[in-house]
C-alpha cells in the first residue's frame, strides 16, 4: 500500500512552478521534510535531471523525480506536488502537472513501491480523478484508499 | 496478459551497461536511450509507462 510510503505533509497543491525543475526541487524537499531522505537527495535527483534530461516524466503529464538508491535514502518514500497550471519539461510528456518524487534504499524497495504506484495509476481515470480533487483529503482518498 | 514469465529488475544505466548484461529486454523512456547503446538487448522506449496497451504492444511486438 502507497500510504505507507507518504510521510506527514508530503502532498502539497499549488497554483503553479516557476520551472520543471523548481517543481522538481520542490517535490523532493516534501521527501526530505518528512523524513525520507537526507538533503543530499535532491541534488542527486538534479545532477540526474540535468545529465540525462527528463528521463523522469514516465506518462503524460506524470514526472517520478527520483535518484538511483544512495546513502542519502533513509527510507522508502513517495511525495507528491501537484500544480493547477502544468510546467515545460522538454519531455514529449509535456506539459506536467502531477510531480511525484520517490526514494528508495535498494532496489527491491524500489520494485516493490513501483509496483504499487504502476497497478493504481494503470487504472482508467486515476490520473484525471488525481488532477481534478479539490482537496487534499481527496488525493490522499485515491493514493492510499483506491477511492475514485 | 502476455503469458510470459519474466524476471522483471529496477536497474541504473550503470547497472544496465554493467558486466552483469543478462537483461534480454530493456524499457526505458526515450531520454535514456542514447546512454543504452551497444548492450546485447533489445531495448524498447516507452512513451507512457502505465499504459498496458503500450507496454504489451511493444513486448509482443520485440519477444515474438
Keep these: ?148 | 496478459m502476455l503469458g510470459i514469465e519474466a524476471e522483471v529488475r529496477a536497474v541504473s544505466i550503470e547497472e544496465a551497461r554493467g558486466a552483469d548484461k543478462m537483461a534480454q529486454v530493456i524499457l526505458a523512456t526515450p531520454e535514456i536511450l542514447d546512454q543504452l547503446g551497444g548492450i546485447p538487448a533489445e531495448v524498447i522506449a516507452i512513451n507512457n509507462i502505465f499504459d498496458l496497451g503500450e507496454l504489451g504492444e511493444k513486448l509482443k511486438a520485440t519477444l515474438s
Excluded at chain 1, 91 to 105: H, R, Y
Design chain 1, 1 to 148: 500500500m502507497l500510504n505507507s510510503y507518504f510521510g506527514p505533509g508530503s502532498i502539497v497543491t499549488q497554483d503553479t512552478s516557476p520551472s520543471f525543475m523548481a517543481a522538481v526541487t520542490q517535490s523532493v524537499s516534501l521527501l526530505v521534510a518528512s523524513g525520507k531522505t537526507k538533503l543530499s537527495y535532491i541534488d542527486e535527483v538534479l545532477e540526474s535531471l540535468k545529465a540525462l534530461g527528463p528521463y523522469f516524466v514516465i506518462a503524460p503529464g506524470l514526472a517520478l523525480a527520483h535518484a538511483k538508491p544512495s546513502d542519502s535514502v533513509l527510507a522508502p518514500g513517495m511525495a507528491l506536488l501537484r500544480l493547477d497550471e502544468p510546467v515545460m519539461s522538454g519531455s514529449a510528456n509535456d506539459p506536467v502537472s502531477l510531480i511525484f518524487s520517490f526514494c528508495s534504499p535498494n532496489a527491491s524497495e524500489h520494485m516493490e513501491m513501483l509496483g504499487d504506484f504502476g497497478q493504481l495509476m494503470s487504472t482508467d481515470k486515476v490520473m484525471n480523478s488525481l488532477l481534478n480533487a479539490s482537496a487534499l483529503s481527496v488525493i490522499e482518498d485515491i493514493l492510499f484508499k483506491n477511492a475514485l
